[in-house]
């Protein structure tokens, strides 16, 4: 299990059993209590959901809404800090009803909020929030309906606070709370010159697409004054970034946002809460590095070090300590769901054997191929790999040229394959790999084929390079022999997982174990929480996938809360507009038409009919 580095990735929810199986650890009565994720999936197959699954184990969102109010609780009460802390998670970052219901209720005890960044998710909040305490924060491009339900929702007693990012919507703000007689939450966003590292390092600084220039935030302070509305101007907001990977970047943008924060309080803006946005991260390569994959700091550091920066700066202006508001979205749920898939074959890059002795009448290249077989050892192993490859490319020459038939080809390329292999289990031995044979083991690596789709289940590993934790999630008390990268059902080149996070840093391909005859082999991808879901796509029309809620109990007993049926074959064709029925029809016809021409029986008619109407039906993915 230390091959893959679970322990660090894991964050103390998942780990790997004495039976060699990857179990989730939540918290429980006391110690935590844990479940095989084998167990779960064989739950799951009694209850029909088949490979690919999304499992969301419910509990740990609970658990990272405790641990991000508690560590700021904490650090509150350390410092002295005078203010409080209000979480709002970005429902962009999982817009799934269970997973948003679900910090709703949970949440309410710590007043955790709800970020709207449209018409769509502030209706969500609206519907899911209970508590009149939870802030509802508004971002994104407000039109007068966006703005005509954020001040019905002030009616209805949410604190719900428009975020301003342009001039043009402070205008609309004030011309629709008159016509509503309400007065407005007003907030601004700020667009600071604090830059982040990292792969959202453009979110941050002169030229991010969001957020006022201080020019604006002038104007916008003025324009608010002039309508008697600089009284509802009470929160600022900055968003430095995703997955944050350097804590020095969260605190610079801290101090700098106070500076703005002691400015407008001295033009008469009466704030009461600073918004950081996102940014906290996740350590998904299990380096606690700033690699990009990971971050320097824990929750808990976090919160000291915004919670310490504020009170510093704020204590030296005498001002009152505001709000702390986080828009934490990675942080709260990328721990929550693993995507589970079965594998379906392997691709080998094996030679056959090689005979002892060179069969007669070869042609002369070929034999020069296996007499560079024969002489390869390990201090001209470049060499050696240099003659290999030329000899091959000769041969392929000759066959183009009709000098070499069709059998003697495959017999040269299998002694090519024998020699590129026994370089590669040479390479350990060399002192100094050259760059040319460091790709060598990747070239020769098993292809395990996934029972998944990248586009639909994975868009960032695909979009933006995101490194994701794979592993087996069982076999884990046997050494795994294979070298793998993983490719997934689709016929796409870019379908695959090639880049793994390990204790050794990133790596080509991933450690697996051999498949077994009539055996099924599960890998996990995990932490895939956050803004996985519905970014994917129905590339080569893989629909979404089962999805199935679990809750591990305090006494380690395991409910299943909720199952959900992937989309079927019916459903895609319906997204991208095919009507299922009409094509069932048109088969019906051809059908009929084969039976007229004698080509189909009517029963074969028959049986044809149901399978296609079955099929309509069923899963998208590969079924056994
Ligand atoms: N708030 C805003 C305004 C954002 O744009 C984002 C995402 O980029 C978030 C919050 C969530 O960020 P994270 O998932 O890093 O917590």
């Avoid at 390869?376 to 490859?389: A, G, H, P, R, T």
């Amino acid at each position: 299990s230390e091959l893959y580095g679970v322990e660090e990735w894991g964050g103390g929810y998942f780990g790997v059993n004495a039976d060699g199986n990857v179990e989730v650890r939540a918290p429980g009565n006391g110690d935590r209590v844990a479940v095989a994720l084998t167990d779960i999936i064989d739950g799951l197959q009694q209850r029909g959901l088949d490979m690919p699954v999304l499992l969301r184990i419910e509990n740990l969102v609970d658990s990272r809404i405790t641990i991000l109010n508690e560590s700021f609780a904490e650090a509150i009460k350390t410092t002295g800090y005078q203010g409080q802390y209000r979480g709002a998670f970005p429902i962009k970052v999982n817009q799934q009803s269970h997973i948003v219901e679900e910090i709703a209720r949970f949440g309410e005890r710590y007043n955790h909020g709800l970020e709207a960044g449209s018409k769509a998710e502030l209706m969500i909040a609206m519907s899911v929030l209970q508590n009149r305490e939870s802030l509802i924060v508004c971002n994104g491009y407000k039109d007068e309906e966006f703005i005509d339900l954020g001040l019905q929702a002030r009616k209805l007693g949410f604190k719900c606070i428009f975020v301003l990012e342009t001039l043009a919507e402070v205008r609309l703000v004030i011309e629709r709370s008159r016509a509503h007689k309400v007065d407005p939450i007003i907030g601004v966003r700020l667009k600071l010159s604090t830059k982040v590292e990292g792969h959202w390092a453009e979110d941050s600084g002169d030229r991010s697409l969001f957020g006022l220039t201080t020019n604006q935030l002038v104007e916008i302070i003025d324009e608010l004054r002039e309508a008697e509305l600089l009284h509802c101007l009470e929160l600022l907001h900055f968003h430095l970034g995703s997955q944050i990977p350097n804590i020095r970047s969260i605190r610079a943008g801290v101090l700098e946002a106070c500076r703005y924060y002691i400015e407008m309080v001295a033009e008469g803006a009466p704030l009461r809460y600073i918004d950081l946005g996102g940014g906290l991260a996740i350590d998904y390569d299990g380096t606690s590095s700033v690699s990009g994959h990971s971050r320097n700091y824990s929750v808990q550091e976090y919160c000291v070090d915004v919670v310490e920066a504020l009170a510093q700066q704020l204590n030296a202006h005498n001002l009152p300590h505001p709000t702390i508001v986080t828009e934490s979205g990675r942080a709260t749920v990328a721990h929550t769901s693993v995507l589970l898939f079965n594998v379906l074959d392997v691709g080998h890059f094996e030679p056959g054997p090689v005979p002892s002795d060179l069969p007669e009448n070869m042609h002369e290249q070929i034999s020069n191929l296996w007499y560079t077989l024969k002489a390869i050892n390990v201090d001209k192993l470049q060499e050696s790999y240099n003659d290999v490859i030329y000899y091959r490319d000769q041969v392929r020459d000759c066959f183009f040229r009709g000098e070499v038939n069709l059998r003697d080809r495959a017999f040269a390329e299998n002694l090519c394959l024998a020699g590129l292999q026994q370089i590669v289990a040479l390479l350990p031995k060399m002192k100094r790999i050259p760059p040319e044979l460091e790709e060598l083991p990747e070239q020769l690596a098993d292809i395990y084929y996934g029972n998944f789709s990248v586009f639909q289940s994975l868009p960032d590993s695909w979009a933006i390079n995101q490194v994701f934790p794979v592993m087996p999630i069982h076999r884990l008390n046997e050494k795994p022999s294979r070298q793998a990268t993983i490719a997934d059902l689709t016929c796409d080149c870019d379908g695959k997982l090639d880049s793994f996070a390990g204790p050794e840093g990133e790596t080509k391909t991933l450690s697996l174990h051999s498949i077994k005859e009539g055996e099924e082999y599960y890998l996990g991808v995990f932490l895939v929480g956050a803004y996985q879901e519905t970014l994917g796509d129905l590339h080569n029309l893989f629909g979404d996938t089962n999805v199935a809620s679990v809750r591990i109990n305090a006494d380690g007993t395991l409910d299943f809360v909720h199952e959900l049926h992937g989309d079927s074959i019916a459903d895609v064709l319906s997204y991208v507009e095919y009507d299922p029925q009409s094509m069932f029809r048109q088969f019906r016809m051809a059908a009929e038409q084969a039976v007229r021409d004698g080509r189909i029986s009517v029963s074969e008619r028959q049986s044809m009919l149901a399978a296609y109407s079955e099929s309509l039906r069923g899963y998208t993915y590969f079924e056994r």
